[in-house]
């Protein structure tokens, strides 16, 4: 895991914490700690890279419902990000949101290939963004 990434999820945490406020920046010990303390959805092999840092997670596996639940807040969580990011951070958070998305298609039922397909014939009939029009 890139160090770029993270200062993105202990960021994410922080900022997200019950009072709403932003603390400030945490040292590397603290950031491993609240990282352990998150409460949230994380990526497969995210236990695993915190116990090759010395660490042990306390993980659940999540029943259906609320794995549909943390993935809505994970979607929320990477919007957020790809909205402060920028320059190269761009593209990590769009992949970020990407796996997000692909998770919650599989988890209603849908392939990939259903969604960019339908995606496509959205764009047929509606357009897509590229005119950079804005509805007043």
Same mark, same amino acid.
């Given at each position: 895991?890139?160090?770029?990434?993270?200062?993105?999820?202990?960021?994410?945490?922080?900022?997200?914490?019950?009072?709403?406020?932003?603390?400030?920046?945490?040292?590397?010990?603290?950031?491993?700690?609240?990282?352990?303390?998150?409460?949230?959805?994380? !990526?497969?092999?995210?236990?695993?890279?915190?116990?090759?840092?010395?660490?042990?997670?306390?993980?659940?596996?999540?029943?259906?419902?609320?794995?549909?639940?943390?993935?809505?807040?994970?979607?929320?969580?990477?919007?957020?990000?790809?909205?402060?990011?920028?320059?190269?951070?761009?593209?990590?958070?769009?992949?970020?949101?990407?796996?997000?998305?692909?998770?919650?298609?599989?988890?209603?039922?849908?392939?990939?290939?259903?969604?960019? !397909?339908?995606?496509?014939?959205?764009?047929?009939?509606?357009?897509?963004?590229?005119?950079?029009?804005?509805?007043?």
């Amino acid at each position: 895991m890139r160090l770029p990434r993270i200062r993105a999820i202990v960021r994410s945490y922080f900022t997200s914490v019950s009072t709403g406020i932003a603390t400030a920046s945490p040292t590397a010990g603290e950031k491993r700690r609240e990282y352990r303390r998150m409460g949230k959805l994380v !990526r497969d092999r995210i236990p695993d890279i915190i116990r090759l840092g010395g660490e042990e997670p306390t993980v659940s596996v999540l029943g259906a419902d609320a794995y549909r639940e943390a993935l809505q807040d994970k979607l929320a969580e990477e919007a957020g990000e790809l909205a402060e990011a920028t320059g190269a951070e761009v593209a990590e958070e769009l992949a970020d949101l990407l796996e997000v998305l692909r998770a919650i298609a599989d988890v209603h039922g849908h392939s990939w290939h259903d969604v960019e !397909r339908v995606a496509a014939e959205k764009r047929a009939r509606r357009g897509a963004f590229t005119e950079r029009f804005y509805l007043h």
